[in-house]
Protein backbone atom coordinates (compact mmCIF):
# COMPACT_ATOMS: atom_id res chain seq x y z
CA UNK A 1 0.00 0.00 0.00
CA UNK A 2 0.94 3.65 -0.91
CA UNK A 3 1.60 5.26 2.46
CA UNK A 4 1.13 9.16 2.47
CA UNK A 5 2.39 11.85 5.37
CA UNK A 6 2.24 15.04 5.52
CA UNK A 7 3.87 17.86 7.39
CA UNK A 8 3.25 20.16 9.55
CA UNK A 9 0.56 18.19 11.47
CA UNK A 10 -0.80 21.40 12.32
CA UNK A 11 0.30 25.07 11.76
CA UNK A 12 -0.90 28.54 13.32
CA UNK A 13 -1.12 31.60 10.78
CA UNK A 14 -2.58 34.91 10.72
CA UNK A 15 -5.08 36.63 7.85
CA UNK A 16 -2.93 37.36 4.64
CA UNK A 17 -0.43 34.62 5.18
CA UNK A 18 1.14 32.55 2.55
CA UNK A 19 0.62 29.01 4.02
CA UNK A 20 2.07 25.78 2.69
CA UNK A 21 0.85 22.03 3.31
CA UNK A 22 3.89 19.16 1.96
CA UNK A 23 2.50 16.01 1.42
CA UNK A 24 4.65 12.94 0.56
CA UNK A 25 3.78 9.44 -0.69
CA UNK A 26 5.82 6.18 -0.12
CA UNK A 27 6.20 5.68 -3.64
CA UNK A 28 5.74 7.74 -7.08
CA UNK A 29 2.19 8.73 -7.67
CA UNK A 30 2.87 10.33 -10.53
CA UNK A 31 -0.14 13.34 -10.36
CA UNK A 32 -2.29 11.51 -8.98
CA UNK A 33 -2.61 13.56 -6.07
CA UNK A 34 -5.78 14.97 -4.29
CA UNK A 35 -6.27 17.83 -1.27
CA UNK A 36 -9.30 17.84 0.64
CA UNK A 37 -10.52 20.74 3.08
CA UNK A 38 -12.47 19.69 6.23
CA UNK A 39 -14.05 21.95 8.40
CA UNK A 40 -14.91 21.31 12.08
CA UNK A 41 -18.20 19.22 11.84
CA UNK A 42 -18.31 19.16 8.32
CA UNK A 43 -17.79 16.30 5.51
CA UNK A 44 -14.73 16.97 3.89
CA UNK A 45 -14.79 18.66 0.03
CA UNK A 46 -12.48 18.07 -2.43
CA UNK A 47 -9.93 21.57 -2.95
CA UNK A 48 -7.57 20.11 -5.95
CA UNK A 49 -7.05 16.82 -7.73
CA UNK A 50 -4.68 15.86 -10.29
CA UNK A 51 -2.12 17.79 -8.07
CA UNK A 52 -3.21 21.62 -9.23
CA UNK A 53 -6.43 21.26 -10.95
CA UNK A 54 -9.09 23.24 -8.45
CA UNK A 55 -12.47 21.87 -7.93
CA UNK A 56 -15.02 24.11 -9.42
CA UNK A 57 -15.93 26.78 -7.22
CA UNK A 58 -12.52 26.71 -5.38
CA UNK A 59 -10.57 30.36 -4.93
CA UNK A 60 -7.75 31.28 -7.06
CA UNK A 61 -5.81 31.87 -3.53
CA UNK A 62 -5.52 28.45 -3.70
CA UNK A 63 -2.80 25.93 -5.53
CA UNK A 64 -0.89 22.68 -6.07
CA UNK A 65 2.00 21.76 -7.14
CA UNK A 66 4.46 18.65 -6.95
CA UNK A 67 4.92 15.03 -8.82
CA UNK A 68 6.61 11.81 -8.62
CA UNK A 69 6.32 11.53 -4.30
CA UNK A 70 6.22 15.33 -3.10
CA UNK A 71 3.41 18.08 -3.11
CA UNK A 72 2.79 20.98 -2.37
CA UNK A 73 -0.67 22.77 -1.02
CA UNK A 74 -0.29 26.75 -1.04
CA UNK A 75 -2.91 29.03 0.12
CA UNK A 76 -1.46 32.73 -1.04
CA UNK A 77 -3.25 34.81 1.34
CA UNK A 78 -5.14 32.86 3.99
CA UNK A 79 -8.52 34.19 4.73
CA UNK A 80 -10.48 32.99 8.04
CA UNK A 81 -12.96 31.13 6.26
CA UNK A 82 -9.72 28.76 5.31
CA UNK A 83 -8.84 27.21 8.92
CA UNK A 84 -9.56 24.14 8.85
CA UNK A 85 -7.98 20.60 8.44
CA UNK A 86 -6.37 19.34 4.76
CA UNK A 87 -5.87 16.55 4.00
CA UNK A 88 -4.02 15.00 0.59
CA UNK A 89 -4.96 11.34 -1.08
CA UNK A 90 -3.18 9.59 -3.30
CA UNK A 91 -5.36 7.93 -6.40
CA UNK A 92 -2.91 6.21 -8.13
CA UNK A 93 -3.53 2.62 -6.95
CA UNK A 94 -5.96 1.66 -4.68
CA UNK A 95 -6.44 1.10 -1.98
CA UNK A 96 -6.76 5.12 -1.73
CA UNK A 97 -4.87 6.31 1.11
CA UNK A 98 -5.21 9.79 2.90
CA UNK A 99 -2.48 11.39 4.49
CA UNK A 100 -2.85 12.14 8.27
CA UNK A 101 -3.98 15.56 8.15
CA UNK A 102 -2.77 19.76 8.70
CA UNK A 103 -4.57 21.51 10.88
CA UNK A 104 -4.46 25.32 10.05
CA UNK A 105 -5.28 27.22 12.59
CA UNK A 106 -5.62 30.98 13.39
CA UNK A 107 -2.79 32.64 15.27
CA UNK B 1 -28.07 19.03 -7.04
CA UNK B 2 -25.75 16.27 -6.25
CA UNK B 3 -27.01 14.47 -2.44
CA UNK B 4 -25.71 11.67 -0.83
CA UNK B 5 -27.59 10.63 1.89
CA UNK B 6 -26.22 8.14 4.87
CA UNK B 7 -28.03 5.77 6.85
CA UNK B 8 -27.89 2.67 9.07
CA UNK B 9 -25.23 3.69 11.87
CA UNK B 10 -26.03 2.25 15.49
CA UNK B 11 -24.36 1.61 18.57
CA UNK B 12 -23.88 -1.58 18.02
CA UNK B 13 -21.88 -4.55 20.44
CA UNK B 14 -18.27 -6.19 19.76
CA UNK B 15 -19.06 -8.74 17.24
CA UNK B 16 -22.16 -7.37 16.00
CA UNK B 17 -23.27 -6.04 12.22
CA UNK B 18 -24.80 -3.33 10.71
CA UNK B 19 -26.08 -2.58 7.25
CA UNK B 20 -25.38 1.07 6.14
CA UNK B 21 -27.10 2.32 3.16
CA UNK B 22 -26.28 5.33 0.98
CA UNK B 23 -29.19 7.39 -1.15
CA UNK B 24 -27.40 9.14 -3.86
CA UNK B 25 -29.60 11.74 -5.98
CA UNK B 26 -28.68 14.00 -9.05
CA UNK B 27 -26.43 12.12 -10.97
CA UNK B 28 -26.50 9.11 -13.32
CA UNK B 29 -25.36 7.09 -10.84
CA UNK B 30 -24.38 4.14 -12.39
CA UNK B 31 -21.99 5.81 -14.15
CA UNK B 32 -19.66 6.34 -11.24
CA UNK B 33 -18.32 4.34 -8.79
CA UNK B 34 -18.99 4.60 -4.96
CA UNK B 35 -16.52 4.66 -1.88
CA UNK B 36 -17.47 4.46 1.46
CA UNK B 37 -14.59 6.67 4.08
CA UNK B 38 -14.40 6.66 7.56
CA UNK B 39 -13.33 9.34 9.82
CA UNK B 40 -12.74 7.71 13.79
CA UNK B 41 -13.58 10.29 16.51
CA UNK B 42 -10.92 13.43 16.50
CA UNK B 43 -8.33 11.19 13.61
CA UNK B 44 -7.98 11.52 9.65
CA UNK B 45 -9.92 10.12 6.89
CA UNK B 46 -9.45 6.18 6.07
CA UNK B 47 -10.77 4.94 2.87
CA UNK B 48 -12.49 1.78 4.04
CA UNK B 49 -14.28 0.38 0.06
CA UNK B 50 -14.73 0.97 -3.31
CA UNK B 51 -17.24 -0.22 -5.72
CA UNK B 52 -17.39 0.54 -9.27
CA UNK B 53 -20.01 2.09 -10.99
CA UNK B 54 -21.17 -1.72 -12.48
CA UNK B 55 -20.53 -2.84 -9.06
CA UNK B 56 -18.49 -6.00 -10.96
CA UNK B 57 -15.35 -4.67 -9.29
CA UNK B 58 -15.43 -4.49 -5.40
CA UNK B 59 -12.00 -2.99 -3.50
CA UNK B 60 -11.30 -3.08 0.37
CA UNK B 61 -8.67 -1.38 3.09
CA UNK B 62 -6.46 -4.58 4.53
CA UNK B 63 -7.75 -3.36 7.73
CA UNK B 64 -11.87 -4.61 6.67
CA UNK B 65 -11.31 -7.33 4.09
CA UNK B 66 -13.25 -10.39 5.07
CA UNK B 67 -15.38 -8.69 7.43
CA UNK B 68 -17.17 -5.52 5.67
CA UNK B 69 -18.96 -6.28 1.95
CA UNK B 70 -19.85 -2.92 -0.03
CA UNK B 71 -22.50 -3.77 -2.99
CA UNK B 72 -25.06 -1.38 -4.95
CA UNK B 73 -28.34 -1.30 -6.71
CA UNK B 74 -28.12 0.77 -9.46
CA UNK B 75 -31.66 0.67 -10.46
CA UNK B 76 -32.74 1.98 -6.77
CA UNK B 77 -29.66 4.54 -6.88
CA UNK B 78 -28.02 2.77 -3.50
CA UNK B 79 -24.81 1.75 -2.48
CA UNK B 80 -24.47 -0.16 1.00
CA UNK B 81 -22.01 -1.53 3.03
CA UNK B 82 -22.49 -4.62 5.01
CA UNK B 83 -20.15 -4.17 8.01
CA UNK B 84 -19.66 -7.70 9.97
CA UNK B 85 -17.93 -8.57 13.16
CA UNK B 86 -17.00 -5.23 14.70
CA UNK B 87 -14.46 -4.22 16.77
CA UNK B 88 -14.07 -1.55 18.95
CA UNK B 89 -11.75 0.30 16.09
CA UNK B 90 -14.57 0.55 13.74
CA UNK B 91 -15.58 3.57 15.75
CA UNK B 92 -16.43 5.78 13.17
CA UNK B 93 -18.28 8.27 11.19
CA UNK B 94 -18.74 6.65 7.50
CA UNK B 95 -19.16 8.76 4.62
CA UNK B 96 -20.38 7.91 1.59
CA UNK B 97 -18.50 9.11 -1.13
CA UNK B 98 -18.69 9.75 -4.88
CA UNK B 99 -16.13 8.99 -7.44
CA UNK B 100 -14.97 11.07 -10.49
CA UNK B 101 -14.94 7.77 -12.69
CA UNK B 102 -16.78 4.93 -13.17
CA UNK B 103 -14.23 2.24 -11.99
CA UNK B 104 -11.74 2.11 -9.07
CA UNK B 105 -8.98 2.19 -11.27
CA UNK B 106 -8.57 5.16 -13.26
CA UNK B 107 -6.76 7.86 -11.34
CA UNK B 108 -10.32 9.70 -9.78
CA UNK B 109 -11.07 11.82 -6.90
CA UNK B 110 -13.87 11.67 -4.46
CA UNK B 111 -15.86 14.95 -5.57
CA UNK B 112 -19.12 14.64 -3.50
CA UNK B 113 -19.31 13.40 -0.02
CA UNK B 114 -22.27 13.11 2.49
CA UNK B 115 -22.69 14.07 6.10
CA UNK B 116 -21.78 10.68 7.23
CA UNK B 117 -23.86 8.14 9.65
CA UNK B 118 -22.10 7.14 13.00
CA UNK B 119 -20.93 3.67 14.34
CA UNK B 120 -20.40 3.33 17.55
CA UNK B 121 -19.00 -0.22 18.89
CA UNK B 122 -18.87 -0.26 22.40
CA UNK B 123 -20.61 -3.06 24.90
Known amino acids: DIQMTQSPSSLSASVGDRVTVTCRAS??????LNWYQQKPGKAPELLIY???SLQSGVPSRFSGSGSGTDFTLTISSLQAEDFATYYC?????????FGPGTKVEIK | EIQLLESGGDLVQPGGSLRLSCAAS????????MSWVRQAPGKGLEWVSG????????YYADSVRGRFTVSRDNYKSTVSLLVNNLRAEDTALYYC????????????????WGQGTLVTVSS
Open chain 1, 27 to 32: QSISSY
Open chain 1, 89 to 97: QQSHSNPRT
Open chain 2, 51 to 58: ISGSGGST
Open chain 2, 26 to 33: GFTFSNYA
Open chain 1, 50 to 52: AVS
Open chain 2, 97 to 112: VKDHCGSMTCPSRFDY
